[in-house]
């Protein structure tokens, strides 16, 4: 290995190539020229001509002692990096071409489930048609809870037996309540807020042992009954408005492992938008900030809505709140499995049940519940007053 120039040639091959390889004395160009061509500066023939012998032994010695110190396992250790480098490219592209097939496996897998559910819708279920019924304009609107439904869970214990039919009674039982407020009230239109956990889903094996049906029954079967429930509530609002965002039983593997935006709540937007497009005082709200939060306007105040599992203490939720660019009146979550009204700073928190209460995760923790959802009576102020909508058992 030799010192090189700039252009890579080493100093004693340009001196030799110059000179014509006589590097003994004897040179075809004056020593003056040569100095000029070599550093661009002029010496006289004398000086440069020993200071060119003293030069040209360094550069000699210097080649030789590179060469020496430069041994066989130099060689190996740089073939070697060179090889670990290599390797290191090649694992990075297994792990693109890994990421690229499991988002391709993911969109077959939501496309599937899509097919199925508009072949279902088309084939299988009766046409809903628009029934327009007259509501006089009035000064205020019910917003009303669909959290944490869990369809698809069996449960049967000493404190709860719940499960599909089960089910389906509560949603009974709620449409009436509901219509009962909504005359007292004269309230003019109705915001459903489903935010979160709408189905039992797999997310966990202790979930999964007290399924009794698979994602796609729970997601058909969720779907459809809260179709019926929005179909029923039309013929007695001027407007329903359906918002929805996905929590956390929705997922389709353990939390660390599983995607933020991979919920198979979002079907549920799906099917109701196909299932519901002839009624035209339905409306499925897809503006969302994220698919964890929506912003809900009622009566000109702003509701924040989210399931709830990322926002877990008062801190969260003012952080949550300082994520939006608007001025927040209240934030609607649920996750806790419970009804709860508060303030936190100056900003009203509400909190709505569930439909499952206690399985088996509550017996463990020794949590006991009641089955529950709320329905507030919003106007221009804000919530005038709220309801706790609590289930027969």
């Not at 019924?133 to 404190?159: F, Q």
């Amino acid at each position: 290995m030799s010192i090189k120039r700039r252009d890579g040639e080493s100093y004693l091959a340009y001196a030799k190539r110059i000179t014509n390889g006589k590097a003994d004395g004897t040179l075809d160009i004056d020593y003056v020229e040569w100095g000029s061509a070599l550093i661009d500066k002029e010496y006289s023939s004398d000086n440069f001509r020993k200071s060119f012998y003293v030069i040209s032994e360094m550069l000699k010695n210097i080649d030789i002692e590179v060469e020496d110190n430069f041994t066989e396992d130099d060689l190996l250790r740089e073939l070697e990096q060179k090889k670990i480098e290599l390797q290191k490219e090649k694992v990075k592209f297994q792990d693109q071409r890994n990421a690229f097939n499991k988002l391709i496996r993911e969109r077959a897998r939501q496309e599937e489930i899509n097919e199925i559910i508009v072949q279902n819708i088309n084939n299988n279920l009766p046409k809903l048609n628009y029934i327009h019924k007259e509501v006089v304009p009035t000064d205020n609107d019910l917003m009303v809870s669909l959290n944490d439904i869990h369809y698809g869970i069996w449960i049967d214990n000493a404190w709860n037996t719940y499960n599909s039919d089960v089910c389906r009674d509560m949603f009974e039982e709620y449409l009436d309540k509901i219509i009962q407020i909504q005359k007292r009230h004269n309230s003019q239109n109705c915001y459903v807020c489903a935010n979160g956990d709408l189905i039992s889903g797999i997310s966990h094996k202790v979930i999964q042992l007290e399924n009794k049906e698979n994602v796609v029954q729970q997601l058909m079967g969720v779907s459809e009954l809260i179709s019926d429930f929005l179909y029923e509530l039309s013929q007695h609002f001027d407007n329903v408005i359906f918002s929805s965002v996905a929590g956390n039983h929705s997922r389709l593997d353990k939390k660390d492992d599983s995607p933020k935006d991979e919920r198979l709540d979002d079907l549920v937007e799906f099917y109701l938008k196909a299932r519901l497009q002839n009624v035209k005082n339905i409306h499925i709200n897809d503006d969302k900030l994220d698919t964890s939060i929506y912003l809900l306007n009622i009566r000109g105040k702003n509701y924040l809505n989210s399931h709830g599992d990322y926002d877990d203490s008062n801190y969260k939720v003012l952080s949550l709140v300082s994520m939006v660019d608007k001025p927040v009146y209240a934030v609607c979550l649920g996750h806790k499995h419970r009804n709860k009204s508060d303030y936190i700073q100056n900003i009203k928190l509400i909190m709505a049940g569930s439909f499952q209460s206690t399985d088996s995760y509550c017996v463990q923790k020794r949590i006991v519940g009641q089955p529950q959802q709320l329905v507030c009576v919003c106007d221009e102020n804000g919530i005038v007053c709220s309801y706790d909508i609590n289930f027969k058992k």
